[in-house]
Nanobody, 124 residues
Framework: QVQLVESGGGLVQAGGSLRLSCAASGRTFIGYTKGWFRQAPGKEREFVAAIAWPGTVTTYADSVKGRFTISRDNAKNTAYLEMNSLKPEDTASYYC?????????????????WGQGTQVTVSS
């Protein structure tokens, strides 16, 4: 059974930092792109960042470029999202996901596996 488990969310003041982790289990993820998405109440799920296998190619949403960094540790089957200079508009539930291949990493429908999400709240 494949599982993606996010951790690291919480409450932080504007300008602060958080590091999210996504631990994967249940299969090998060779060739898989790992992505992070977020969803705020009343809004659609939106793309945040993605990292292709084995970890040299990354893609970011314009809204987080320069503030967020995605990385992965393939030996640990874990992906990370380092979030700096957080803003109140970053408040959302953050989800990690995995898909085979690297095409169209911004499209949520292309991802096969999803975690349950972790809440990030940024206070002003």
């Amino acid at each position: 059974q494949v599982q993606l488990v996010e951790s690291g969310g919480g409450l932080v003041q504007a300008g602060g930092s958080l590091r999210l982790s996504c631990a994967a289990s249940g299969r090998t993820f060779i060739g898989y792109t790992k992505g992070w998405f977020r969803q705020a109440p009343g809004k659609e799920r939106e793309f945040v960042a993605a990292i292709a296998w084995p970890g040299t190619v990354t893609t970011y949403a314009d809204s987080v470029k320069g503030r967020f960094t995605i990385s992965r540790d393939n030996a640990k089957n874990t992906a990370y999202l380092e979030m700096n200079s957080l803003k109140p508009e970053d408040t959302a539930s953050y989800y990690c996901a995995a898909r085979y291949g690297s095409s169209q990493p911004r499209i949520p429908n292309g991802y096969t596996y999803w975690g349950q999400g972790t809440q990030v709240t940024v206070s002003s």
